[in-house]
C-alpha cells in the first residue's frame, strides 16, 4: 500500500477502525471519516503517534456537500485518492425496530440514506480522483444480513450487493475495480458483543464459527484494494465463519 492514499468511512471505531489501522500499517496513507469526528479524531492521532499517516474529516455519507468535502481534503491533503472503503452504516439502530410493515417510515428512509445511497455518493465524489489517475479500488461493505431476510437493514446490504455488481462493469474502462465484504457476526460495540446472552447462545450453535473481531476482516481487505486482486471485480467476499452457505 506504500504511496497509496485511502479513505474509510466509519472510521471512528468498530470495523471502520480496524481497517484503517490495517491500511495504515500496510502503507497507505488514510483519511478516518467519520460522522463523530471526535472519534475519527481520536483514531488518526493513535495512527500519527505510531508513525502512519492518518487524519480525520468529519462525513456524513447521507449529505453529498459532506461528502464532497471528504474527498477534496483527502486530494488536499496528500495529493489523490485511490482506495475507497464504504463502511459507515447503520445497524444497531435498525435491527429490532419492528417488521417492515411496522418499522417507523422515516427509520427506513434514513437506513436506505446511510447504507445504500451513502456508498454511491462516495463513490461520486472520490471518482475525478481515480479517472484522473486511470487506477481506483473500491470496496463496499454488505453483511451476512443480505442474504437472510433482515428487513431494512438486510434489503439495504442486499442493494450493496447490486450496486457493487453495477459499478464494476461501470467504472472497469476507468482501471477500477469495484467490490464488497459481506461480514458475519462481529464483536463490536455495533454488533454481536452487545447481542443479549439468549440471541448469542443460538448463533453459536447454528454457526460453524459463530462470532468474529474486527481486525480478522483486515485481510479480506487488503486482498481486495491491493494488486493481488487486479483481476477481481464485482465479487462480494463472505467473511463470516461459515455463516452463508455457498455452492
Not at 471512528?12 to 502503507?27: F, H, P, S, T, V
Not at 468535502?69 to 485511490?82: L, N, P
Not at 434514513?110 to 484522473?132: I, S
Amino acid at each position: 500500500m506504500q504511496g497509496k492514499v485511502a479513505i474509510v468511512t466509519g472510521a471512528g471505531g468498530g470495523i471502520g477502525k480496524a481497517y484503517a489501522k490495517g491500511l495504515a500499517e500496510a502503507g497507505a496513507a488514510v483519511v478516518l471519516a467519520d460522522i463523530n469526528l471526535d472519534n475519527a479524531d481520536t483514531a488518526a492521532k493513535e495512527l500519527t503517534a505510531a508513525g502512519h499517516q492518518a487524519f480525520a474529516v468529519r462525513a456524513d455519507v447521507a449529505d453529498e456537500a459532506s461528502v464532497n468535502a471528504m474527498a477534496s481534503a483527502a486530494a488536499e491533503r496528500f495529493g489523490s485518492v485511490d482506495i475507497l472503503v464504504n463502511n459507515a452504516a447503520l445497524m444497531a439502530e435498525v435491527v429490532g425496530r419492528g417488521t417492515l410493515t411496522t418499522m417507523p417510515l422515516d427509520l427506513w428512509e434514513r437506513t436506505m440514506a446511510v447504507n445504500l445511497t451513502g456508498p454511491l455518493l462516495c463513490v461520486r465524489a472520490v471518482l475525478p480522483h481515480m479517472k484522473e489517475r486511470g487506477y481506483g479500488k473500491i470496496v463496499n461493505q454488505s453483511s451476512g444480513g443480505a442474504f437472510m431476510g433482515a428487513n431494512a437493514y438486510g434489503i439495504s446490504k442486499l442493494g450493496v450487493v447490486s450496486m457493487t455488481l453495477s459499478l464494476a462493469r461501470e467504472l472497469a474502462p476507468f482501471g477500477i475495480r469495484v467490490n464488497a465484504i459481506a461480514p458475519g457476526y462481529v464483536n463490536t460495540e455495533a454488533g454481536a458483543i452487545v447481542a443479549p446472552p439468549a440471541v448469542r447462545a443460538v448463533i453459536e450453535k447454528s454457526i460453524p464459527f459463530p462470532f468474529g473481531d474486527p481486525e480478522e476482516l483486515v485481510p479480506g481487505l487488503l486482498y481486495l484494494v491491493g494488486p493481488g486482486s487486479d483481476w477481481v471485480t464485482g465479487h462480494t467476499l463472505n467473511i463470516d465463519g461459515g455463516w452463508i452457505p455457498r455452492t
